[in-house]
């Protein structure tokens, strides 16, 4: 019956076009799908619920992406996070790596780039179900 | 109290500038006035006489106002001492001339985006406006961090002058000053930065200047290069200050400078 | 991201894999390497012509890339996952094979048949959001097989197009508009240039008698907003389009130029597609054309 529950995606970007894109695309597929344009706001969620997938953006006001990253993946180790980032260095990249980011990807990206790296993602969680 | 007029269009230079006062309005009190000139059509000659000319610049000022009022709107949360527009028809140079002699204003400022063409700034600076303002004025070309203060000096310049005119603000906004010694030379490849510009000629007499008016000097330099590297350089400043009013030739490789720099500029 | 790198044997290709090679060093972009030969030559069977310049030249453009990201440990074209996929060998062929996958994915190509459509088939079927591609300096340009091949990509391809002259690290990257349709993407490969280039940025409008158009006063308030709030310092200048040739070879010798093309050439705007053609082709310098 778990199986049954859709995967739940954390989307968190201060940019509000991409989290409502990101949304009402991931939402069509199926996917249930929060939307923060605040880390604060972001982190007080993940302290109250754990998601399977977290999508967010590195550059952002107050606590930024890589110390939300961190976060996630030390409250919930099974948490699959996607970087996006607008500022692509080669020190993110290789420190979200590190940090055992899923995916990194810097703007601008097509809908589907997301798309797959998510359906990736929820692959990659499924297998460590069964 | 600093008590400033600000020459205002519903476009991207004037925002630029009533953001940039805002920022001054942190290191100084100001009193912002913005001021609308709303120009007949043709220009030249006014349209009919009596209550018919009477009554098509009224409906002319309202729908100025209009566009104006949308701009102090959105505008005003960046600078609070924004007070209500005056909105005026006529020839705009006369317009302001005339607020600015009569209004007890310690600065004149406006928005006018950086050019391409430096023709475009000697003309400005060359204007009736420009030459007969009776107080110094600020051309916000670009919104940049008013973090420090370039005061330029140059061969010929008579440094009392210069002084006189923005000592009292620049001591209110108590803004770290450098002092650049300008040595345009159009051959030049690279820009040269030297530090010792005590030993450039006239730079001593504006130093003992500046220190008598109590201001805070961090630094003086030299820069000797093409005037576009010297205008790049000074990109690094929130505020050029330069005395070009009456002072200097119409060819003055300064001109260029200035025309090329993109941040604001003191004129005084 | 997915960075399309059109490449023939000329020297500039070379300039375009040092360029791309360091963006997809920030970005971790899918990248795939293209190269277009006009005729495909008659060969044994299944085996690919592996005689052709282009072929060698493919191969030693992907050893240089891929010297980039010498450290394996946080490659993202280093091989991670591998499986059986079911391959389109042509003509009604599917075979199962075994496919080696990196985080992302890198991909060297040959098209055969005419250089442009090609390379813009490619950028459409594999949805790219950049096509790089070299160019020669000067009047005309020596892509092989199709002279003025950059010049038609850019004309016509459905992204944004990254002309690449030479190699250097630009001082400023100045982005001239002329309309006020300027798109997310646009905005965000402009994000990613500036990051990559640690420059200034500097937002150019381009007038006719020193006037500005309504709508594209508005568009660059509206675009220097969107950079204040991102913390970039962005520089607002305006350029009569009288002045925009000298301009351009003026501030190309330290920066880069971007073009804001948008998706579509509206007649009256300055840089109709036949100038823009024109600037690509006599640029000094490297070009971006956004869309």
């Known amino acids: ?130 | ?268 | 991201m997915r960075i399309l790198v059109a490449l023939d044997t000329n020297r500039y290709s070379q300039y375009v894999v040092n360029e791309v090679a360091k963006l997809a060093m920030n970005t971790w972009a899918d990248v795939t390497l293209l190269g277009v030969e006009s005729r495909k030559p008659a060969s044994n069977g299944t085996q690919p012509p592996r005689n052709l310049p282009i072929v060698r030249k493919l191969q030693e453009f992907r050893e240089e890339f891929l010297g980039y990201f010498k450290d394996e440990s946080v490659s993202p074209y280093a091989i991670k996952r591998w499986g059986y996929e079911l391959v389109d060998r042509g003509k009604g062929l599917l075979e199962e094979m075994c496919v080696c996958k990196g985080m992302k994915d890198f991909r060297v190509r040959i098209r055969f048949g005419q250089p442009t459509k090609q390379i813009l088939t490619e950028a459409v079927e594999e949805q790219s959001d950049l096509i790089v591609v070299g160019c020669s300096k000067g009047e005309q340009c020596t892509w092989e097989q199709d002279r003025n091949a950059p010049e038609k990509i850019v004309k016509a391809a459905p992204c944004s197009v990254l002309v690449v002259k030479e190699e250097k690290k630009p001082t400023k990257i100045v982005c001239c508009l002329d309309h006020d349709s300027v798109s997310q993407e646009s905005l965000e490969l402009i994000n990613q240039m500036v990051t990559l280039h640690q420059t200034d940025l500097a937002l150019v409008g381009l007038t006719e008698s020193e006037h500005l158009r309504e709508e594209v006063d508005q568009k660059m308030k509206q675009i220097l907003q969107y950079y204040t709030a991102q913390k970039i310092k962005a520089w607002v200048s305006v350029v009569d389009v009288s002045l925009l040739d000298k301009f351009i070879a003026d501030t190309a010798e330290k920066g880069l130029i971007a073009l804001w093309m948008g998706h579509k050439s509206l007649i009256g705007k300055f840089f109709s597609q036949d100038r823009v053609g024109k600037l690509v082709r006599s640029a000094q310098s490297s070009v971006l054309i956004l869309r």
């Open chain 1, 1 to 130: 019956m778990e199986d049954q529950k859709p995967t739940s995606i954390l989307v968190l970007d201060d940019e509000p076009i991409v989290c409502k894109r990101l949304k009402s695309a991931l939402e069509k597929r199926g996917y249930e799908v929060e939307i923060f344009f605040r880390s604060s706001d972001a982190f007080k969620r993940i302290t109250e619920r754990n998601f399977d997938i977290v999508i967010t953006d590195l550059k952002m006001e107050g606590l930024d992406g890589m110390a939300f990253l961190t976060e996630v993946k030390k409250r919930s180790p099974a948490t699959e996070v996607i970087v996006i980032t607008g500022f692509a260095t080669m020190e993110t990249a290789k420190e979200s790596f590190q940090k055992g980011v899923f995916d990194f990807l810097a703007k601008p990206f097509k809908l589907g780039e997301i798309q797959d790296a998510v359906e990736r993602a929820e692959k990659k969680i499924k297998g460590n179900i069964s």
């Open chain 2, 1 to 268: 109290m600093v008590n400033i007029l600000v020459s205002v269009n519903p476009d991207l230079a004037s925002s630029i500038a009533i953001r940039y006062a805002g920022q001054l309005a942190h290191f100084m009190e100001i009193a912002l006035q913005p001021i609308h000139v709303k120009e007949p059509e043709q220009k030249g000659s006014l349209f009919g006489t009596g209550w018919v000319r009477h009554t098509w610049e009224h409906a002319l000022a309202e729908k100025g106002e209009e566009e104006i009022n949308l701009l102090i709107r959105t505008e005003k949360p960046y600078c609070p001492a924004l007070a209500a527009p005056r909105v005026v028809v006529g020839e705009r140079e006369n317009e302001i001339l005339k607020e600015l002699q009569t209004g007890a204003y310690d600065l004149f400022m406006e928005g006018i985006l950086a050019s391409f063409d430096e023709g475009d700034f000697k003309k400005l600076i060359t204007s009736k406006l420009y030459q007969s303002a009776p107080c110094p004025a600020i051309v916000v070309k670009n919104l940049v961090p008013l973090e420090k203060v370039a005061l330029l000096s140059y061969v010929g310049l008579e440094p009392s002058k210069l002084v006189d005119d923005v000592s009292d603000i620049l001591r209110q906004a108590k803004l770290p000053l450098d002092v650049i010694h300008l040595v345009p030379k159009k051959d030049k490849k690279d820009l040269e930065v030297n530090e010792e510009a005590h030993e450039a000629q006239g730079f001593d007499n504006l130093v003992d200047a500046i220190r008598k008016k109590g201001l805070d000097l961090q630094k003086g330099q030299v820069l000797t290069g093409h005037p576009k590297d010297i205008a790049d350089y000074l990109s690094r400043y929130g505020l050029v200050v330069c005395a070009v009013r009456n002072a200097l030739d119409k060819k003055s490789p300064i001109h260029t400078v200035l025309a090329f720099t993109p941040s604001p500029i003191f004129i005084c």
